[in-house]
């Protein structure tokens, strides 16, 4: 099973930025595409957006659309997130997961998960 890994949350202030990091210990077929999500607390897990490694392809959830960028690093079997103009309800516990499927915004269609890193955006 494809490990991921998880790094860059941490603190920053309304407006500031920050970029996660999500490392897979391989690329296989299970990790058709990737995805981030996010769990702020008492709320459902939400798609943020994802990639297909093999076009580009990318996704972003309408909150965050203009803020957060998704980009990948093939030779590193990384993806990062990218994300600037922060706002306190961007909070949450964020996690990376693959798919063998097409790119879905569907938690479900994910069966490789990250153990998360949390992103607190103070006002």
């Known amino acids: 099973q494809v490990q991921l890994v998880e790094s860059g949350g941490g603190l920053v202030q309304a407006g500031g930025f920050l970029r996660l990091s999500c490392a897979a210990s391989?690329?296989?077929?299970?990790?058709?595409?990737m995805a981030w999500f996010r769990q702020a607390p008492g709320k459902e897990r939400e798609f943020v957006g994802g990639?297909?490694?093999?076009?580009?392809?990318?996704r972003y959830a309408d909150a965050v659309k203009g803020r957060f960028t998704i980009s990948t690093d093939n030779a590193r079997n990384t993806v990062y997130l990218q994300m600037s103009s922060l706002k306190p309800e961007d909070t949450a516990v964020y996690y990376c997961?693959?798919?063998?499927?097409?790119?879905?915004?569907?938690?479900?269609?994910?069966?490789?998960w990250g153990q998360g890193t949390q992103v607190t955006v103070s006002s």
């Open positions: 997961a693959t798919s063998a499927l097409r790119l879905s915004t569907v938690r479900g269609m994910y069966r490789n």
């Open positions: 391989a690329r296989t077929s299970s990790t058709y595409t």
């Open positions: 990639v297909t490694w093999s076009d580009g392809d990318t």
